[in-house]
């Protein structure tokens, strides 16, 4: 056990550099980028899909929060939220980058789930068109107030000091979690763990998915840990980082009176994110 302590604490102290940088280029970005991207998806029209998942595949701020703002307000369609929603991918990348996964495996990660993300938003957009409502309303919220919901850093922090905030948070709960994937693999051992999710290849993906349904960082963090540590699938990994969308979930249940709604749009997530995790097990 005293191997398993200091292998985890090593393992995230070599972290830290690098999620820091990964960090304070995100939030740069998002400093200067927030307002044009909300822009450019208000005025995407039909082609609110594209540029939903276009802008959804990197990790800003609050962005899957202000869609979900933005489609209570019936600014942007269902599909446009949805392919927001399936393309953003939370804490995946920059725990990616910061463990050094091959650029291979990272570019083809983010392509999975832009795809799906632009195709699911165009079909459910298609099929719901002769349902289009017109109607807008007055329930948008500023971009600062959909940050602070979402725990996220926003400008009156600074850049340097979000990026700190951001980096202690995660590599605190990266400690937890990789700690307990450590444990486990020490005790139950990596061979039984990675047979026993091969002999259950489907439920591993429906676990993976109901995962990825938390509304917060937590879901994509222990995600890529665990497939990082070679415990799940890429199938298993995907189906739960489609269906996470961090913090936006818990807004669009916020801020869209219409509960019923709200559990359809988790549920088609929800099944087209199983859907392709089992496509993607028996492609890889």
Not at 150 to 173: P, Q, Y
Not at 247 to 259: E, Q, R, W
Not at 266 to 274: D, E, F, G
């Amino acid at each position: 056990m005293i191997e398993v302590i200091e292998e985890t604490i090593i393992d995230c102290l070599k972290l830290i550099p690098f999620l820091f940088l990964a960090y304070l280029l995100m939030e740069y970005l998002e400093h200067k980028t927030s307002s044009k991207t909300k822009n450019i998806i208000k005025k995407s029209g039909k082609f609110g899909p594209l540029w939903g998942g276009l802008l959804g595949i990197f990790p800003q701020c609050g962005f899957s929060a202000t869609a979900a703002n933005l489609y209570a307000g019936r600014i942007i369609s269902v599909g446009t939220l949805v392919a927001v929603f399936l393309s953003t991918s939370d804490e995946m990348l920059p725990i990616l980058i910061s463990e050094a996964a091959p650029i291979g495996i990272i570019l083809q990660i983010l392509a999975i789930k832009l795809t799906i993300g632009i195709l699911a938003g165009f079909a459910i957009d298609f099929v719901l068109r002769f349902r289009k409502n017109k109607e807008k309303n007055e329930t948008e919220e500023a971009i600062h107030h959909l940050c602070e919901d979402g725990h996220c850093h926003c400008e009156k922090e600074g850049i340097l000091k979000s990026a700190l905030k951001h980096t202690i948070n995660i590599v605190i709960f990266i400690l937890i979690v990789t700690f307990v994937i450590n444990t486990l693999i020490y005790f139950i051992g990596e061979d039984n763990i990675s047979k026993l999710i091969l002999n259950m290849p489907i439920v591993g993906i429906l676990i993976s998915g109901l995962v990825g349904i938390i509304p917060n960082c937590a879901s994509s963090v222990i995600l890529t840990q665990l497939y990082l540590s070679n415990v799940i699938s890429i199938g298993s990994m995907i189906a739960g980082l489609l269906v996470g969308s961090g913090v936006g979930t818990l807004i669009l249940f916020k801020t869209n009176k219409n509960l019923k709604q709200n559990i359809s749009i988790l549920s088609i997530m929800y099944i087209i994110s199983v859907i392709s995790g089992i496509i993607i097990d028996l492609i890889f």
